[in-house]
Structures are given as structure tokens and as C-alpha cells.
T-cell receptor
Framework: GESVGLHLPTLSVQEGDNSIINCAYS??????FIWYKQESGKGPQFIID?????DKRQGQRVTVLLNKTVKHLSLQIAATQPGDSAVYFC????????????FGKGTLLTVNP | NAGVTQTPKFRILKIGQSMTLQCTQD?????MYWYRQDPGMGLKLIYY???????DKGEVPNGYNVSRSTTEDFPLRLELAAPSQTSVYFC???????????FGQGTRLTVV
């Protein structure tokens, strides 16, 4: 089965609210994680990444949290905007000689004006 | 920079036909990947390459072949197309194996 999965397949929020998208991973050897945003009809677009030696990383309006104890990853989007509506994927790479990025099924985020 | 460019954007194939999906990148990345994305699903790795002349299978390689004769190009070949290969195909590249991968815009393939 998938080694990376998402708790919520869909998430609907009001414009201006904060959004939290969750992801569980099963490979304890994974040392690199990425969040991608995919808009309809487009390829995945990099949002933010984090390595296993970190617990938190912040970008512009986005924060990724990594909890290695429970193998959980989350993406927080502050002040969500309609342009944030998309499918969000987490992906992991177990490092070493494994160059494969494993993707979860994705969460559809809908931002209501 | 164009980034990762895929051609064609759309294609309809008949069962048993063959075709090559083209992918080229201008970022001098060593690593290149081919994924397929079925409706409502995540991306599954078909093949990847860590440098010119080196390719390896991903999760779902059956029915596909690749080659990597140059750093820039990583074509994906479908032999004897089947309806199960109807999907959106994405090519990606990265500088290292565990760094950000940049994706192309995808090729939507329908096999009828």
C-alpha cells in the first residue's frame, strides 16, 4: 500500500481562515519531505520542503511541521486565499540510494469567498 | 528558462499503437523522473534516471521504456498501448535525488 497517506481527502475553508493539511508517512527512514500544490490541469508546483533534522520550517504564509515520533507531517496555510484552492500532495524520499519521491493521494482544498 | 517541457500536451492512441512522450529540461539537472497520475490519485513513479546513460524502474514500469542519452532529454516510450495506460503523465527533474523536483505541465493520454 501507500507509504504516504493523507487524513482528509477534502478540506473546505473560508477565505482568511488558516488551513491545516495533514499527512502520515510510514517509512521511518524517510529523511526528506515536500509539499506540492497542483492546480487543475497543471503539473505539481513546489511549496515547501523539510528535512528530518528539522521540526518546523516556514515560508511565505506556509509552515510545515514534522513530527517524527508519530510520523506525521502537516502544512499550514495562513490567511487562506481563493488562489490557494488546489490539490495538495505530500511526498517523501527515504534518502540514501533511494531517489524515489513517493506521493500520497492528495487533499483537495477549497477556499470559499 | 523554460524548465521542464513535455510534448505533446494531449494524445489519443488506439489499442496496440506505440508512441513516445518527450521530456526535456534546461536546468542541467542530473535526475529525471516519469510519473503517471490517474484521476483522483497521487503520482506513481514509472521510471527515473540519475544521469545520462543510467535509468531504473519505479513502481509501475510495465508497458513502458525509457532512455537517457543526454542530460536534457528523457523520453518515455509506450509500446502496444492499452486502456490501462490512459492517464496524465508528468516528467520531472531535480538537481539531486533528494531535493525539490520540478514538474512539466503533463501529457494527457487516452487509449481507446
Amino acid at each position: 500500500g501507500e507509504s504516504v497517506g493523507l487524513h482528509l481527502p477534502t478540506l473546505s475553508v473560508q477565505e482568511g481562515d488558516n488551513s491545516i493539511i495533514n499527512c502520515a508517512y510510514s517509512n521511518s527512514a524517510s529523511d526528506y519531505f515536500i509539499w506540492y500544490k497542483q492546480e487543475s490541469g497543471k503539473g505539481p508546483q513546489f511549496i515547501i520542503d523539510i528535512r528530518s533534522n528539522m521540526d518546523k520550517r516556514q515560508g511565505q504564509r506556509v509552515t510545515v511541521l514534522l513530527n517524527k515520533t508519530v510520523k506525521h507531517l502537516s502544512l499550514q496555510i495562513a490567511a487562506t486565499q481563493p488562489g490557494d484552492s488546489a490539490v495538495y500532495f505530500c511526498a517523501e524520499n527515504s534518502g540514501g540510494s533511494n531517489y524515489k519521491l513517493t506521493f500520497g493521494k492528495g487533499t483537495l482544498l477549497t477556499v470559499n469567498p | 528558462n523554460a524548465g521542464v517541457t513535455q510534448t505533446p500536451k494531449f494524445r489519443i492512441l488506439k489499442i496496440g499503437q506505440s508512441m513516445t512522450l518527450q521530456c526535456t529540461q534546461d536546468m542541467n539537472h542530473n535526475y529525471m523522473y516519469w510519473y503517471r497520475q490517474d484521476p483522483g490519485m497521487g503520482l506513481k513513479l514509472i521510471y527515473y534516471s540519475v544521469g545520462a546513460g543510467i535509468t531504473d524502474k519505479g513502481e509501475v514500469p510495465n508497458g513502458y521504456n525509457v532512455s537517457r542519452s543526454t542530460t536534457e532529454d528523457f523520453p518515455l516510450r509506450l509500446e502496444l498501448a492499452a486502456p490501462s495506460q490512459t492517464s496524465v503523465y508528468f516528467c520531472a527533474s531535480s538537481y539531486f535525488g533528494n531535493t525539490e523536483a520540478f514538474f512539466g505541465q503533463g501529457t494527457r493520454l487516452t487509449v481507446v
